[in-house]
């Protein structure tokens, strides 16, 4: 099911919650001085899909949540990896990067209110010369203000083994190497797996893969657009790091976050060069960071997130979409013209597989590289 996406579609679920551990209590000196006037701080401790690292690390957001008594002290994991294999009765909450990863933790920690404080579209970091090449080729085009990568066009392009240096007329980016964009690891990044849900929609005839005579029918060529990539890294941060440093040779087309590239632009530190620019994958699926409450202080921290002017707006400094759009639309005031590429709202935004599916295609995937 396609849908439509605006500036402040975030959303917050809220049902109900059962609560399964209860958070530290802290009485030293640094903590209490965080806090200000609080007589003890509470520590909180939990798990967060790794881009958000940089959220929680920032001193403000510190104070945010130190004017609320609260220290938050989380670890750093991939999304699958916090959905299988961490061992969560150590936090008091879980903040996964898609709602299929928050899913299985809700049903499996029977808990029943969850929180979706901000998302993130998923987008392509790219440059000028190559949106006029793919432009020419029919397979981007300009949709409102800003430009979209056809998902369909670009997979008949994989499948056919095209390479670069054979589109048509092309001048700028002449590459004896196939078109392909750059993603992380499917085996361990959420990024990966948000890219192998756009593909498999389009594959499926722009259905969502709902069953395993669909999942037999995307894997061949969703497999291929890993395959293709030789070694990939772990965690977007590398391919977008590449992306910002080494320039459009090595990496031409990188499957990001947009908050990612909306952050680097508030930087205002030069990183995004002006013959950088992003697209959108048409159609594209949303990250959405879903915290799962494990303790009543964890179930604190999401109201927070949720609720918080403060939290909000630098939620939004980070990149993220959230429930108040004014927030966004206030970074991206302030980047100026360089902005430019940034959609406000997005009209074609479809759904991930349910978590099973994707377990079961990912698992295909990373078993066709050991082939």
Known sequence: MRRWFGIGMATVLVVGVVFVAVAGRDQGTDEKAAAGDCGSTTIVRGVVGSEKSAFFADPRVRDAFATHCLVIKVDPAGSREIATTVDLDRYQFAFPSSSPAAEKLQRARSVQRVYTPFSSPMAVATFAPIVRTLTAAGVVRRTGTYSVLDMAKYLDLVARGVRWDALPGNTDYPARKSVLVTTTDPRSSNSAAMYA???????????????????????????????????????????????????????????????????????????????????????????????????????????????????????????????????????????????????????????????????????????????
Request: aromatic residues 6%; negative net charge.
């Open 197 to 371: 849900a756009i593909a498999s929609y389009v594959l499926n005839g722009d259905a969502v893969v709902q069953d395993k005579a669909a999942e037999k029918r995307v894997l061949p060529t969703l497999s291929k657009l890993f395959l293709g990539q030789g070694y990939t890294d772990n965690s977007t941060e590398g391919p977008f790091e590449d992306y910002l440093a080494t320039g459009i040779g090595k990496t031409p087309l990188v499957m990001i976050y947009e908050a990612q590239y909306v952050a680097r632009l508030n930087r205002a530190d030069g990183a995004i060069r002006p013959d950088m620019t992003l697209i959108y994958p048409s159609p594209t699926v949303l990250s959405k960071h879903t915290l799962v409450p494990l303790a009543p202080a964890g179930d604190q921290v999401g109201e927070l997130l949720t609720s918080d002017p403060t939290l909000t707006a630098l939620a939004a400094e980070h990149g993220y979409r959230t429930a108040s759009p004014g927030a966004f639309r206030s970074v991206l005031d302030r980047a100026g013209p360089a902005a430019a590429p940034i959609a406000g709202d997005l009209v074609d935004v479809v759904e991930p597989p349910a978590y099973e599916t994707s377990e079961r295609l990912l698992n295909a995937i990373a078993d066709a590289y050991n082939r």
